[in-house]
């Protein structure tokens, strides 16, 4: 009876680490990849299932030695470092790997490819780690507790309180993560391809100045008729402060670099498809190839387009 006893407490701490490790990264970049996948970003899911590989056999193995230890100070330990490999992966995720992935799958884009060290990495990781420590300390602290009252619970509800408990806990963890970094990632991404898909929606259209001048529709001016191609788009520069942020959109083999700061639309420009770093150094561009964004009532009427020189 102790040994069967024993293996259900087990199992169930295995399940409590699954669900925690599964919720974590579902609410840190499950959202993230969906919302890319809609927004025409190449590689939408690489956090995800990269973050998922990682977290869910770690969550696991967390889960399992706090209830077979059953030792208050070691579940801290081990819940806390969890939490620290959490914050490490939506740090560097987003910051680190993605670019380090995207270089070796496509090589081209290396000479455009650009993401600084964070200004202040001991600020980032504060923020960070504060939220997803307290809710992995705070479940690890319940685990065995709450393990322990399922099985002395004749009710479904109580059986299960244990994973309903740690799915409301790392969810809320993982949605933290989401939005004080990946979402920092994502941002320019959504913003561009909703600045693309006004401008194939209302191309060589008369628009209102003031409807324009909201969806910033002359920026999209430099691609004329190449927003109504299909597209993919790659974030291939990040500065230290998250700000000054570059994204390469694929027109189906023609190429352009769209810039935002803050998450704002600045400018397009039309770039050649082989990124060779001699030519473009770090992709400036002249005062004349910027665009006025407060100018522009009718798209795909101009046939200037802002080619990238030095």
């Not at 670019?99 to 504060?126: A, K, M, Q, T």
């Not at 602290?141 to 393990?147: M, W």
């Amino acid at each position: 009876m102790v040994s069967d006893f024993s293996r259900k407490r087990s199992n169930l701490s295995v399940l409590y680490g699954f669900i925690a490790g599964l919720f974590f990264t579902l609410a840190a970049w499950g959202m993230d990849a969906l919302i890319l996948a809609r927004s025409h970003a190449a590689l939408p899911f690489l956090k995800f299932v990269t973050g998922l590989l990682i977290c869910l056999p770690v969550a696991i193995l967390v889960g399992y030695l706090t209830a077979k230890f059953e030792n208050g100070i070691l579940g801290i330990v081990f819940w806390g470092g969890l939490a620290v490999l959490f914050t490490f992966l939506v740090i560097n995720l987003p910051l680190k790997f993605a670019p380090w992935y995207l270089n070796r799958i496509h090589p081209e884009v290396g000479s455009i490819l650009h993401f600084d060290e964070l200004i202040r990495p001991g600020v980032c990781w504060f923020y960070c780690l504060l939220p997803i420590g307290i809710t992995c300390l705070l479940c690890g602290l319940l685990e065995n507790v709450l393990i322990d009252q399922s099985f002395a619970s004749s009710r479904t509800f109580g059986n299960l309180l244990p994973l309903i408990v740690c799915l409301a806990i790392m969810t809320a963890s993982g949605m933290s993560g989401d939005s004080l970094m990946t979402r920092q990632f994502r941002k320019p991404i959504v913003v561009i391809d909703t600045l693309l898909q006004n401008g194939a929606d209302y191309y060589n259209q008369e628009v209102d100045k003031l409807e324009a001048r909201k969806m910033h529709l002359s920026i999209v001016r430099p691609l004329n008729d190449l927003v109504l191609q299909q597209r993919s788009l790659t974030l291939v520069d990040v500065d230290g402060n998250l700000s000054v942020m570059k994204v390469l959109v694929d027109f189906n083999g023609e190429s352009a670099l769209c810039h935002t700061v803050y998450s704002q639309p600045t400018f397009c420009e039309i770039i050649e498809p082989k990124f060779r770093g001699d030519q473009y150094g770090v992709l400036g561009v002249k005062q004349n190839s910027r665009i006025d964004i407060y100018n522009n009532d009718i798209i795909g009427l101009s046939n200037s387009l802002a080619l990238l020189t030095i």
